[in-house]
């Protein structure tokens, strides 16, 4: 058997019952996406082109370039058909399942981003799909779930626990584990039990396979650094993957630092969702990983305002990569994800998803000695989403800004 694991990370820790779907989809990724069965992928990046609208740019942020005094590079995963990079893995997942003769999708999401990229790829192979969202979430990210449901997705709301990405991904298992003969579960991230930590990978990679020939195009040679945002960590590993080997590249992870990582646990909450930086080896979600728990071991609320960056653990192969030293992980709190949301779009003309201005913010924040002078930035989504919740949280945190000024005087 192919190995389940990264070092010690990964694994399968499931219940039995969802033992035969987990071996069914290890043996279909084996077979289609690793050898190409049936040009699975052949059609998946024909697919990928003409309704996902790659290969996306890698756009030189010249007014940001001149402001740090660096060279800095955004690959547009906002231009992505959707709004995110999310649809890379949403429609290799969705069709895969076609592929397994399945007729109905299901998926957890958290920003929304991935619910609505699962929808938009469901509709467009025709696959029922139901999407699993918690409470929290969809207060605050309204918009998608009313994409989603125009795309004629099911939206169930998960009222349980905190109501964030943890719980949805609970329910979804628990859907999944009465419905494996006709269901395949489109997992978000690059998480869970094995195959999904490498499939998600693998469907991400492009981006890194793009950036990598783009970068050598404009500048004749490799970045110093890439930076990328993680929440399970989906775009990082996907920003990351083909740039593993080049050793002279630093390779950034920028978790959630929400109200500060120095924060003292409240009972079981957190205030932020720093994994990769403070996470301790557990089990979550069917895989070995780093995670935020308590000292009994309990799993504890995370905290971020975006919620794409919300949750308590992280895919085990940055685990793994973070103890070997390959990537480097780093934390920008809320403040600074809002201040950098500002800062694209009043310099460049780009409004960024929350989850995403957490890697932006680390331009400014970031520590000496890690960028170099050319740097990739992995934009991972555009932030319509976020506007709403962007105005009360500046107003919250004391942002100062022609528009919370406007808003902050009723106008
Ligand atoms: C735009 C965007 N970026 C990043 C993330 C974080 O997910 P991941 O770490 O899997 O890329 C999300 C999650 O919803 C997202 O919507």
Request: one cysteine or more.
């Amino acid at each position: 058997m192919k190995s389940t694991k990264f070092g010690k990370y990964g694994g399968q820790y499931v219940p039995e019952v969802l033992m035969p779907a987990i071996s069914e989809l290890a043996s279909a990724y084996e077979s289609y996406v690793r050898k190409n069965q049936d040009g699975f992928m052949d059609d998946f990046f024909a697919r990928l082109k003409k309704f996902g609208g790659r290969p996306t740019p890698l756009y030189k942020a010249e007014r940001l370039s001149e402001k740090y005094g660096k060279e800095i590079y955004l690959k547009r995963e906002d231009l992505v058909h959707g709004g995110a990079h999310k649809l890379n893995n949403a429609l290799g997942q969705c069709l895969l399942a076609k592929y397994m003769g399945k007729e109905r999708v299901i998926a957890e999401t958290g920003a929304g981003q991935h619910g609505t990229a699962t929808a938009m790829a469901a509709s467009y192979l025709g696959l029922d799909c139901e999407i699993y969202m918690g409470k929290k979430d969809i207060n605050r990210q309204r918009p998608n779930v009313f994409r989603m449901e125009i795309n004629g997705a099911k939206v169930n709301p998960v009222e349980r626990g905190s109501g964030t990405l943890k719980e949805a991904i609970n329910e979804t298992l628990r859907d999944w584990s009465k419905s494996v003969d006709t269901t395949h579960y489109v997992i978000g991230s690059v998480v869970g039990p094995h195959p999904f930590p490498k499939m998600v990978r693998d469907f991400q990679s492009i981006i890194s396979q793009e950036a990598r020939e783009q970068i050598q195009e404009e500048v004749g040679r490799l970045p110093d650094s890439v930076v990328a945002c993680v929440g399970g960590g989906s775009n990082a590993m996907g920003a990351f993957y083909n740039f593993l080997q080049d050793d002279q590249v630093n390779l950034i992870a920028v978790e959630a630092g929400g109200k500060g990582i120095e924060t003292k646990l409240e009972g079981r909450i957190a205030h932020h969702s720093a994994s990769l930086t403070i996470g301790r080896e557990g089990v979550l979600h069917g895989a070995r990983t780093k995670i935020l728990q308590d000292e009994d071991g309990q799993i504890v609320e995370s905290h971020s305002v975006s919620a794409g960056l919300d949750y308590a653990g992280v895919g085990p192969e940055l685990a793994y990569l973070v103890d070997e030293g390959r990537v480097i992980p780093r934390t920008i709190g809320d403040k600074e994800a809002i201040e950098a949301f500002f800062l694209l779009s009043e310099m460049e003309g780009i409004i960024p998803a929350l989850e995403t201005s957490h890697a932006i913010g680390y331009l400014e924040n970031h520590v000496e000695g890690d960028l170099g002078e050319v740097v990739i930035v992995n934009l991972s989504g555009r932030g319509d989403k976020d506007v709403e919740t962007v105005m009360e949280e500046s107003h919250r945190l004391g942002i100062k800004n022609r528009t919370t000024d406007r808003v902050g005087r009723g106008i």
